[in-house]
């Protein structure tokens, strides 16, 4: 009897520890991320309250502003440079380097992902830019060159001169099998599959696959689309929808089939800057990677919200004063795209957005009050309600 309840005590011992273990998280792989690349992605999602709780519905932000480069621009930097490695155009401490024409987040996490990998790297972007950007470029260790706006038909286009410059530091060679690499994000297709193989699928785990409907923006359609054919692969009656800044075309392209202008004939290369105080997203050109969300049959949206710069800015105000979340333009103008399908759908249904990056880069535009009165002509602050936006 005496042996009996010993092991019985053991073994009650043993549950014990376990569950004090598990409890205290002490259990399973140690959790350390490999280097900064390890903390790139796996991004929470975020129920939003206030959203949430006005329309009935379970509103989700993919928290992406949680990435160590600020954005969910560190998914593709991670992914286009692993790829080029794969391919065998970049490896790491041989004198490589890493050109991309950028004037936002892209550059910054290529920036990070060249430090953490061992390559050069080398952003050129307009010289209307925020300093600010430039100067968080140059702490990670890249170098800037900031040249004069122009249309990307023009050569001396920011985008066409990163481009030219890796031609030429590849042309150089360099010895010891140093390489200029091109990271092109408009145009390359790995943009969206980085999305469909990461952003994708964790929102299809982490939401046991209930998801009503899925709400983004696109800057290069690189993660609407990728996330898009992903949901619409895996679960049934998924539907996508664009948030459109004002002044972009993308919407009119699919909501009415409307074409740009001049743009589609010509392919994908013509760049016209879109009217909005939103940055990094709108379109008035067919990137590659938006042009995924057209496929030979139908198209991956089944609908487009156009978002005024006014709410959008008063929708950010809204979430940090009722949720405590300080998001930048593009997460704002997701959240009232979200606001408007949830109520469309109606209660118990769930929608998922993304929160693309935090307002701290947005200082001084998006959140500056004075820059957004002189922009529209009004001063802008939360609404008492969301029954304000419409
Ligand atoms: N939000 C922010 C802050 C961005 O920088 C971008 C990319 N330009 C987007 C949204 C849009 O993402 P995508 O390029 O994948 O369309």
């Known amino acids: ?37 390890g903390l790139i992605g796996n991004t929470p999602l975020v129920r939003i309250n206030s959203l949430s709780e006005a329309t009935g519905c379970e509103v989700l932000g993919k928290a992406e502003f949680l990435n160590p480069g600020g954005s969910s621009k560190d998914r593709i930097a991670l992914f286009l440079v692993e790829q080029a490695e794969r391919a065998g155009r970049l490896a790491p401490r041989t004198g490589s380097c890493i050109f991309e024409g950028t004037s ?15 390559y050069l790297c080398h952003i050129v972007m307009p010289s209307d830019q925020a300093v600010e950007k430039a100067q968080l470029l140059e702490r990670y260790g890249a170098t800037v060159e900031r040249v004069e706006p122009r249309p990307i038909v023009d050569r001396d286009n920011f985008v066409n001169v990163a481009r030219r410059r890796a031609a030429e530091f590849g042309g150089r060679g360099g010895g010891g099998g140093a390489r200029g690499f091109f990271a092109d994000q408009f145009e390359t297709p790995l943009n969206a599959e980085a999305h469909y193989r990461t952003t994708g699928p964790e929102i299809v785990r982490q939401t046991r696959g209930r998801v009503d409907a899925f709400v983004h923006g696109a800057g290069t359609g690189g993660t609407i689309a990728g996330v898009a054919r992903c949901l619409k692969e895996r679960v049934p009656g998924v539907r996508c929808f664009l948030a459109d800044p004002q002044g972009s075309g993308l919407a009119n392209r699919v909501n009415h089939g409307v074409l740009f202008a001049d743009t589609e004939r010509e ?17 008035n050109r067919l990137t590659r990677n938006a042009a995924a969300l057209f496929p030979a049959r139908g198209c991956l949206l089944d609908g ?61 535009r998006f959140w500056s009050d004075a820059a957004v009165a002189a922009r529209l002509g009004a001063p802008v602050a939360a609404p008492a309600s969301l029954a304000e936006f419409d």
């Not at 549950?15 to 280097?35: F, I, N």
């Not at 892209?106 to 430090?115: N, P, W």
């Not at 392919?267 to 379109?283: A, K, N």
């Not at 009232?336 to 957005?353: I, K, N, Q, S």
């Open 304 to 364: 487009a919200e156009t978002v005024s710069d006014r709410d959008a800015a008063r929708m950010a105000r809204w979430l940090v004063a009722r949720d405590g979340l300080f998001v930048g333009s593009s997460s704002a103008l997701n959240c009232v795209a979200a606001l408007r399908v949830a109520r469309r759908l109606g209660p118990g249904h769930t929608v998922v957005t993304v929160l693309a990056d935090g307002g701290q880069r947005h200082l001084t």
């Open 267 to 283: 392919g994908t290369r013509r760049r016209q800057q879109v009217d909005s105080l939103v940055e990094g997203v709108g379109l």
């Open 1 to 37: 009897v005496a042996a009996v309840s010993a092991a019985a005590g053991a073994a009650c011992y043993r549950w014990y520890e376990r569950w004090r273990a598990a409890q205290a998280g002490e259990e399973g792989e140690a959790e350390v991320a490999a280097g900064v690349a």
């Open 104 to 118: 936002g987040s892209t550059g910054i996490s290529l920036a990070m992902v060249a430090r953490a990998k061992g």
